[in-house]
């Protein structure tokens, strides 16, 4: 159970080596799966990463842009685009499928 991170070249790259990843499912119209050669790509960035990383260690939008010398709104503004790229419905559905496909580790 794991997703494909690619980098914006089109090439296999560990996620801390790059900028701007593309996890490659196998869904249906940005429904994130298990795998897939023939799948939508869904682009996470670098910080949405360092934000995911943080919400899943159970940290409040307050206290993860304070960690990250950021504004609370810019916060809520990732972690939403994370709720919606992986079509999770709240912060544990999102850390859930984050683990599955090894974005993350806890």
Do not use: C, W
């Not at 940290?59 to 916060?75: G, Q």
């Not at 419905?89 to 580790?105: C, H, M, P, Q, W």
Request: avoid cysteine; hydrophobic fraction near 40%; charge should be positive.
């Amino acid at each position: 159970m794991d997703a494909r991170i690619i980098n914006k070249m089109g090439v296999l790259d560990d996620y801390k080596n790059s900028n701007v990843f593309d996890m490659v499912d196998g869904s249906k119209k940005g429904q994130i799966a298990e795998r897939g050669l023939n799948s939508p790509v869904i682009s996470v960035s670098k910080r949405e990463i360092e934000v995911l990383q943080l919400v899943s260690e159970g940290l409040t939008v307050k206290e993860i842009a304070s960690l990250l010398y950021l504004s609370t709104h810019t916060i809520i503004s990732h972690k939403q685009n994370l709720l919606e790229k992986f079509d999770a419905r709240n912060s544990v559905d999102l850390t859930v499928k984050a683990i599955r496909f090894r974005v993350i580790s806890i």
